[in-house]
């Protein structure tokens, strides 16, 4: 409770300097600059001393505090001890408001250089002095008997839940704080923006801000490249990019930095775009916090996998009120200083250089545009109706394509024209190698018949901007070998997207069951299924097992090892699937398992229950299903459940009654796998087996069972490896397209 207390008035005391900052910097006297720089300070340090025993006490595993009961484990290692830091709600507002302090510390002198530093650290100050205010209200140091009213003060578990298995990867202690250092980064640019519109420089900021602005949208880049890789080779659905709301709402913000970084290159040039610019900013740096928002008010629960719980009404009102305030501020200082910003008549003719720029930014506009009425559908369809609904996601494949299009061809474009509108006259002979290149590109890969015109238009235009930034870059790297930059980006965006074409338009993919020791023929591959073996045993929480499938190309064997697992996290209901991958310069090779599995080759039937069927191997007889019994399961040790079915056996001819039993079968922890126990009824030549529980979870009294039938012989049973195989061509351009990015 000491500890509390201290953690408290740290959090307090961090709240009202980070207030105290913002007035003294609003107030912009030297006086006041000191008061602003020492509370800012003060803040930095206090989040410091906070964050170190929130993580001292994660690594001492006190569970006695619900956040840390509810995201670490015994079992957890180091690294993911770490990352539970940032698992939750509360975690990660703490990690956010101790980047964005650094984020401050660091643009403090930078701003002072510009003579810009008391209105871009007030704004920030304001910021970090909300995200405080937030973790106040929902601490993350809140004890069990506080969160749950039926348990004593002062207890102390012996284990916490951990984190979900899905989560024990490389990623989750790299991925979080990278998106996190984005999203303190986007608040720069903001601030900036701000700054010069409060100290009447409407064009000055523009130089600035540019730096942060590309830092801030690069790690953010990063951090979305990370997510994706990390569902791809994790997730097992086949993708790098479901267009999840929450995978968008890092999106967004990153689309609209990319275009505020084009349209300041103009503004520098022309002192044109003045408003956009302004807005731009203010927009990107709010999508950050409505992002937040859509993430952790729980309003995508039902839409999205990532999305937190509701986190109550307070802090769902905070959420709202922090989207707002920075809102309403940056639309206030506008509306101030709107009759002060001068328009040059004079530069309103924009050469064509300039002019397919601004184009190629109003398409990826656009794009951010139609990614965010989709995510916000969800809350849009509430207002209008009963049942919420999300959009399809071949609506956002479906309005992109186009736009991407249209983007790659005037990124090529914009490259050839030169300043002056009249000598673009030669622009056909300017761009005809690369016009060669593009044709020669789509004629090559539409050796499969590609009949979608829209995809055929993007192999070309790829091909196109690919052919005119290398050309830009030779040239580039003869007189400036670190300005190739922009071109290295333009030509990831070319790469990203005939990867994601291809990988994801283009991809041969099958369902295949397998028997050990098994070998099928599945497009130009031998598939075997050798066995699984089992996997981090010292980890008493969990039973995980590698599928061992061996796959021959073209004389070349290769070894896939996709992961299933039953964990205590969801008290082992169902298992988890992780994929195996075999990656390859042309394609991947990709193996979603979907199940391991006891197949009987014997007849089967499947009864609900009271329902009475003729035995499928003598129909002198019926089996009726009576009901289950689960005395045994409360009995069992939690490797062997035992579970069972009551049935009754009838003589078809005379309708006596042969026998009334239970049939039990077994489930095998260890093996993840169900075996049956076979039952013989006496003075008959069948067996009888109880091979699997078929659930009806709309009504559990329809509930049934399915029974196996066979002579008494149990080596019918074989275990069976069932998986969806992938053959996903050019994936390395997806990677490739996201580094060069």
Not at 352 to 381: E, K, N, Q, R, W
Request: aromatic share 14%; charged share 15%; net charge negative.
């Amino acid at each position: 409770m000491i500890e509390k207390v201290i953690i408290f008035i740290l959090m307090i005391s961090a709240f009202t300097s980070a207030a105290a900052s913002f007035l003294a910097f609003f107030k912009d006297n030297d006086r006041a600059m000191g008061l602003g720089r020492a509370t800012f300070y003060l803040v930095f340090i206090g989040l410091i001393f906070v964050s170190g025993m929130f993580m001292a006490d994660i690594l001492n595993h006190n569970y006695s505090v619900t956040y840390i009961w509810k995201y670490s484990s015994n079992e957890l290692s180091l690294w993911y001890l770490i990352a539970s830091f940032f698992a939750g709600q509360e975690g990660s507002f703490l990690l956010w408001a101790l980047l964005l302090a650094m984020m401050g510390i660091f643009v403090m002198p930078y701003a002072r250089k510009h003579k810009l530093e008391a209105p871009v650290i007030a704004i920030n100050a304001l910021i970090l002095a909300i995200l405080l205010l937030l973790l106040v209200v929902q601490s993350p140091f809140d004890f069990l008997w506080e969160s749950f009213e039926n348990v004593k003060e002062g207890f102390l578990p012996e284990n916490g839940k951990g984190l979900n298995p899905i989560l024990e990867n490389f990623w989750v202690a790299i991925h979080p704080p990278v998106l996190f250092i984005g999203y303190a980064a986007m608040s720069i640019p903001y601030a900036f923006a701000l700054a010069g519109f409060m100290k009447k420089d409407y064009t000055g900021w523009v130089k600035p801000a540019l730096p942060p602005t590309l830092f801030a949208s690069g790690i953010l880049g990063l951090g979305i490249a990370m997510g994706a890789y990390w569902a791809y080779e994790t997730l097992g659905w086949g993708g790098f990019w479901g267009w999840d709301p929450v995978e968008n709402a890092s999106l967004v913000p990153w689309i609209l930095s990319a275009v505020l970084i084009h349209t300041m290159i103009i503004q520098k040039r022309t002192k044109k775009l003045i408003v956009t610019n302004y807005f731009l900013a203010v927009l990107s740096f709010t999508a950050v916090l409505y992002g937040t928002f859509l993430t952790r008010s729980g309003v995508l629960g039902d839409f999205s996998v990532h999305s937190f719980v509701d986190p109550g009404r307070i802090v769902y009102t905070l959420l709202l009120i922090f989207i707002i305030v920075f809102l309403v501020l940056g639309l206030v200082i506008y509306f101030m200083n709107k009759k002060h910003i001068i328009k040059d008549e004079k530069q309103t003719k924009i050469s064509s250089h300039d002019y397919t720029l601004i184009l190629g930014s109003i398409l990826m506009f656009m794009s951010a545009a139609v990614v965010f009425i989709g995510m916000s559908f969800p809350i849009v369809s509430s207002i209008f109706s009963d049942n919420a609904s999300a959009v399809d996601i071949e609506v956002y494949n479906k309005f992109n394509l186009p736009l991407v299009i249209f983007m790659l061809i005037l990124n090529g474009l914009t490259l050839k024209m030169s300043k002056n509108l009249n000598k673009d006259l030669k622009l056909f002979r300017k761009i005809f190698r690369a016009l060669l290149i593009a044709i020669i590109g789509m004629v090559f890969l539409n050796y499969g018949e590609i009949s979608n015109i829209l995809h055929l238009l993007l192999i070309f235009s790829a091909f196109f901007a690919v052919a005119v930034n290398l050309e830009k870059m030779i040239s580039i790297i003869r007189s400036n070998p670190l300005g190739i930059g922009g071109v290295l980006s333009h030509i990831g965006v070319a790469l990203l997207m005939l990867g994601a074409l291809a990988s994801g338009g283009y991809a041969l993919t099958s369902s295949i069951a397998l028997n050990e020791n098994e070998s099928k023929k599945l497009f130009d591959m031998d598939l075997t299924y050798t066995g699984k073996t089992r996997i981090e045993e010292d980890l008493k929480d969990r039973e995980k097992f590698i599928c061992e499938l061996e796959i021959n190309l073209d004389g070349t064997k290769y070894l896939a090892d996709p992961i299933f697992y039953w964990s205590d996290f969801n008290e082992r209901q169902s298992p988890y699937m992780e994929p195996g991958i075999i990656s390859g310069w042309t394609e991947d090779i990709y193996i979603s398992p979907r199940s391991v599995e006891v197949d009987l080759d014997a007849p089967s039937i499947v009864l609900k229950k009271t329902e009475k069927l003729p035995v499928s191997i003598d129909s002198n007889y019926t089996v009726e299903l009576v009901g289950f019994d689960m005395s045994r399961a409360m009995k069992s040790d939690r490797d062997n459940v035992m579970f069972g079915a009551m049935i009754e056996i009838t003589n078809t001819s005379d309708g006596s009654l042969v026998s009334t039993d239970t049939v039990y079968s077994k489930i095998d922890m260890s093996k993840g796998i169900i075996i049956p126990i076979w039952y013989t009824p006496a003075d008959q030549d069948f067996s009888i087996a109880f091979t699997e529980f078929v659930r009806n979870s709309d009504k559990m009294s329809e509930s049934g069972a399915q029974f196996s039938f066979n002579s008494g012989d149990e080596t019918l049973m074989k275990n069976v490896f069932i998986a969806e195989i992938s053959k996903k061509p050019f994936v390395s351009l997806v990677w490739a397209g996201m580094l060069l990015i």
